[in-house]
């Protein structure tokens, strides 16, 4: 079946540090991909996401490129904030058949100042 | 109000009870999915629906666990005789998009402690 693997947390970082977080999927057709980020006391929201192959999706500084021939959807900033600390989830959804979301395991992120 | 709305947002039960959560979904979507969160786990899925008829139960982890949901819109999840490992965050969330490329919003969770 479908699955989302995504690196073990957690991820500590200085201020302004370069941030990568891996995600790789396993997809019998082509799944729409999904980054959604879960702040401290707050629910779930979406991040950004890419719908087909070579799309690459952005936002908040954040970016992610749907590439088909590895099957990875890596998370990626520049410079990160302390504002940034949360759990990350990468996530996917076939596009025919069954709708549903599938999550990695999360990967929490702690930014210091 | 705009968002997901999910009650209890809190609930504390004794092992061998039932319990009910509650949903309500943006109004207008049509898609509503239960997602279940261990803690320092995962979302695991349980159950998505499409208006009133759910076609994929697949992640419903035993037969003590039902959801319906009615006129399109609310829905609710009930755990019968319920055990300890039901203990998690059960989030509930709606998309306007029927097929699987929507975004997804979540309702903030019921938390279930079970005694």
């Known amino acids: 079946g479908d699955s989302v693997t995504q690196m073990e947390g957690p991820v500590t970082l200085s201020e302004e540090a370069f941030l990568t977080i891996n995600c790789t999927y396993t997809?019998?057709?082509?799944?729409?991909l999904f980054w959604y980020v879960q702040y401290p006391g707050e629910g779930l929201q979406l991040l950004l996401k890419?719908?087909?192959?070579?799309d690459k999706g952005s936002n908040k500084g954040f970016e992610a490129t749907y590439r088909k021939e590895t099957t990875s959807f890596h998370l990626e900033k520049g410079s990160v904030q302390v504002s940034d600390s949360a759990v990350y989830f990468c996530?996917?959804?076939?596009?025919?058949?069954?709708?549903?979301?599938?999550f990695g395991a999360g990967t929490r992120l702690f930014v210091k100042a | 109000g705009a968002g997901v709305s999910q009650s209890p947002s809190n609930k504390v039960t004794e092992k061998g009870k039932d319990v009910e959560l509650r949903c309500d979904p943006i109004?207008?979507?049509?898609?509503l999915y239960w997602y279940r969160q261990s803690l320092g786990q995962g979302l695991e899925f349980l159950i998505y629906?499409?208006?009133?008829?759910?076609?994929?139960k697949s992640g419903l982890p035993s037969d003590r666990f039902s959801a319906e949901r009615t006129g399109g819109s609310v829905s609710t999840l009930t755990i019968q005789r319920t055990q300890q490992e039901d203990s998690a965050v059960y989030l509930c969330?709606?998309?306007?998009?029927?097929?699987?490329?929507?975004?997804?919003?979540f309702g903030e969770g019921s938390r279930l402690t079970v005694l």
């Open positions: 629906f499409q208006g009133n008829s759910a076609p994929d």
């Open positions: 997809a019998t057709g082509y799944p729409s």
């Open positions: 890419a719908t087909k192959a070579d």
């Open positions: 109004s207008g979507h049509t898609a």
């Open positions: 969330a709606s998309s306007s998009t029927p097929t699987g490329t929507g975004e997804l919003f």
């Open positions: 996530a996917l959804s076939e596009n025919t058949g069954g709708f549903k979301t599938i």
